[in-house]
């Protein structure tokens, strides 16, 4: 096995005492699911998505740039809402969950926490931030999912149902009319008076008494020539013009439709232009409502916005801006991503190289860009786990079939009509050292497939619900489940069998949802809990403790071990802990994107993929952890001992050479990769002693590794 060394970053401090000594530096790809707010700001159009804000050149809807989380300084990445302050210039945003901000004269952006007294309004969800416009005054009004809200000089005044306005609660959309009135769309659109809301829409009709009645959202518009239009999610459109209401229904046989328009704007003659997302642009011309000859895109480019610039149309998928120029159409990508496809579930071959699935059920190499489609007899093989044994055979599981990669790149599938496998879904797979491929299917038990025969195991505790099967050192296996009331850990050679739980052992967790294998540092670490996590190893039960709180709910489900380091996330934060230390890394504290973590891995580097939903995203923190690059998987670790471990004055090394005698150098490590010591040293063939002086370290954790023809032995110490 050979050490190399990874690139390693200043410190990044997460708490007082519990932290690694070379964090890393982050990286997204961000995949817009919907567009949310326009603004034309300092020569561009800023789009705000929930990927962050695009930049666009108003002329030719070319993208211009990227602000987010990562490269930004955004305080989140689903931003909601923008407006521009009218006396400083300067852009404000709102957001889905971490309130508003705004930008200020050095380019940094200014967090805007909203009152604990509103935060309470919304009964422990989120304060959704819909829409920002800044009043005549210049105040700064925020339509939000639990009411509408002025900011004047760090003061807040607050409307809704509980101070009298009887269907005032989310505000989608705000506008001023012609005389500088604030309007807001709620479930009915009001107008500030007197700095109170009032109802000013229709009040005759159905539903519950009103003519014009939004459910889920809402817009408004104020014309150049004064004209007031609200939108509701019904298809009802009212315009309001010279004082008086004029409906237009679609039941009425317009060629609207009965929901809400995804964009409503202006054009340069006066017409109200509108666009839903099946039939396109309509424009009204003062009298009638006109198709605008544009076409929607294709069915399978769902659309997320659309715009109106000039004398442009464009359009907005997740991937690609649509130019509409006099019929016209230019697409031109929305984002470049240094990857084939967005993926969905990782696995390390023996190489430790990273595969991905992709939405097609192929998987690829993150690092080279290889291929594998999985397909067998002309139909797609729907992949829910796959795993790589030591010889680098690639094993699917799929439904109620495994499936093994064959030398002529097909595949020989097994279920219950050529196998001992049940027809029901697999749960859980993994491939042991020996590479053998175990096989977990809840109440029917546990399988295990040697190349040759199938074995199947039915005793206790195999017929119960496992949270997750990982192969041990040697031919072991271990897996987790809840049985009799408790959590318990279990360790399966093919015979024997070790059962571990709080009442027979040091196992002190209350849930075990995810398990991991370190073969260096022999350990099996063990997740689930909020506020800890344990390792087990040849001297019993450790416990860590997460060095920060986080909810009840925040249980860890996914932890990759190597290499004397584990990684473990929960659906909102990252843990890593190396050397008796912690990095922890949550949406408040670091760049990680906003959306629930479903997916997690570690490529060659130790470079961390975390796959968010929700919106969809991608963050790659590298961890400039030590890395170890493996040339030949198969053949086994050279063995380097360490000893007195904590060293005092010196350190005895002992390792087993199999070369012949040579000399070799032996280089010691601090953990932020600086050499400390070197000197050549003479080994022979057989058992060999090697003796260092350390007594000139400081205390602390190294990396003693002694270099050979053979390849290189790694040891780590602590220095007392």
Not at 428 to 435: K, N, S
């Amino acid at each position: 096995m050979i050490r190399i060394l990874f690139l390693l970053f200043p410190v990044l401090l997460l708490s007082q005492a519990t932290l690694i000594a070379q964090p890393g530096a982050w990286r997204s790809y961000l995949f817009p699911s919907r567009i949310n707010d326009y603004i034309e700001y300092a020569g561009e159009v800023w789009v705000a998505t929930d990927a962050g804000i695009f930049t666009l050149n108003p002329a030719t809807g070319a993208v211009t740039g990227h602000i987010s989380k990562t490269n930004g300084g955004l305080p989140s990445n689903e931003i909601e809402a923008m407006a521009i302050h009218p006396q400083t210039m300067q852009p404000f945003i709102g957001t889905y969950d971490v309130a508003m901000a705004h930008r200020d004269a050095s380019g940094e952006w200014q967090r805007i926490a909203y009152p604990e007294s509103i935060m309470a309004q919304a009964n422990s969800d989120k304060v959704m931030t819909y829409c920002l416009q800044f009043d005549a005054q210049g105040r700064l009004w925020a339509g939000t999912s639990v009411g509408l809200l002025r900011y004047d000089n760090e003061e807040w005044t607050f409307f809704n149902q509980s101070s009298g306005q009887g269907f005032l609660r989310d505000v989608w959309s705000m506008s001023l009319d012609e005389d500088g009135a604030l309007l807001a769309a709620s479930h009915l659109l009001y107008k500030i008076v007197n700095d109170v809301p009032q109802v000013i829409s229709p009040v005759f009709g159905e539903p519950f008494g009103h003519e014009l009645f939004s459910y889920s959202d809402a817009k408004v518009l104020t014309a150049s020539n004064g004209d007031v239009w609200f939108f509701t999610d019904t298809g009802r459109i009212g315009l309001l013009r010279d004082g008086e209401w004029e409906v237009f229904d679609p039941s009425e046989g317009l060629p609207l439709l009965h929901r809400l328009p995804i964009f409503v704007s202006e054009l340069p003659n006066g017409h109200l232009s509108v666009f839903f997302e099946d039939i396109g642009f309509f424009q009204f011309d003062g009298f009638d409502w006109v198709e605008a000859g544009t076409s929607p895109p294709p069915s399978d480019s769902p659309l997320i916005g659309a715009y109106t610039s000039g004398a442009a149309n464009w359009l907005f998928t997740k991937s690609h801006v649509m130019s509409i120029v006099s019929g016209d159409t230019v697409a031109q990508p929305l984002y470049e991503y240094p990857f084939q496809i967005f993926p969905h579930l990782f696995s390390s071959d023996p190489q430790r190289q990273l595969w991905a699935l992709g939405d097609q059920q192929i998987l690829h190499n993150l690092a080279t860009g290889d291929t594998i489609h999985c397909r067998h007899n002309g139909q797609p093989l729907w992949v829910s786990n796959f795993t790589f044994t030591p010889d680098g055979t690639l094993w699917l599981m799929s439904s109620t079939r495994v499936a093994r990669r064959t030398a002529g790149s097909g595949w020989e599938v097994f279920d219950h009509t050529n196998s001992p496998l049940p027809q029901q879904s697999i749960q859980r797979m993994t491939a042991d050292a020996l590479g053998r491929i175990w096989i977990q299917a809840n109440s029917h038990g546990l399988y295990r497939f040697d190349g040759q025969d199938w074995k199947h195991y039915t005793q206790y505790p195999f017929t119960q619900y496992m949270y997750d099967l990982k192969a041990g050192a040697g031919g072991d296996i271990w897996f987790s489940s809840h049985t009799d009331n408790q959590a318990q850990v279990g360790r399966f050679d093919g015979v024997q069998m070790q059962l571990f739980n709080a009442a027979n052992s040091g196992m002190q967790m209350d849930y075990v949802l995810a398990l991991a294998y370190d073969a260096q540092s022999n350990r099996l670490w063990v997740g689930g809990d909020t506020e800890k996590v344990q390792y087990y190893d040849t001297a019993g039960w450790f416990m860590e403790t997460f060095p920060l709180q986080a909810p009840a709910y925040e249980w860890v489900r996914r932890i990759e071990a190597r290499d004397g380091y584990a990684v473990m996330t929960s659906n909102n934060r990252v843990m890593i802990y190396a050397d008796g230390q912690w990095q922890q890394f949550d949406q408040a504290n670091s760049p990680l994107s906003n959306g629930a973590i479903y997916a997690m891995g570690l490529d060659a580097d130790n470079a961390l993929w975390l796959v968010h939903n929700n919106p969809a995203a991608v963050d790659i923190y590298e961890t400039g952890l030590l890395v170890s690059k493996v040339e030949n998987p198969i053949a086994p670790a050279l063995q380097l001992s360490a000893f007195p471990n904590p060293a005092g004055e010196s350190l005895t090394l002992e390792l087993t050479h199999s070369g012949h005698a040579e000399q070799a150098l032996l280089c010691i490590f601090s953990t932020d990769g600086k050499l400390v010591q070197v000197r050549p040293v003479t080994l022979t063939a057989g058992l060999c002693r090697v003796e260092a002086v350390v007594s000139g370290l400081l205390p602390g954790v190294y990396f003693v590794q002694i270099e050979t023809g053979a390849g290189r032995y790694t040891a780590r110490f602590v220095k007392g």
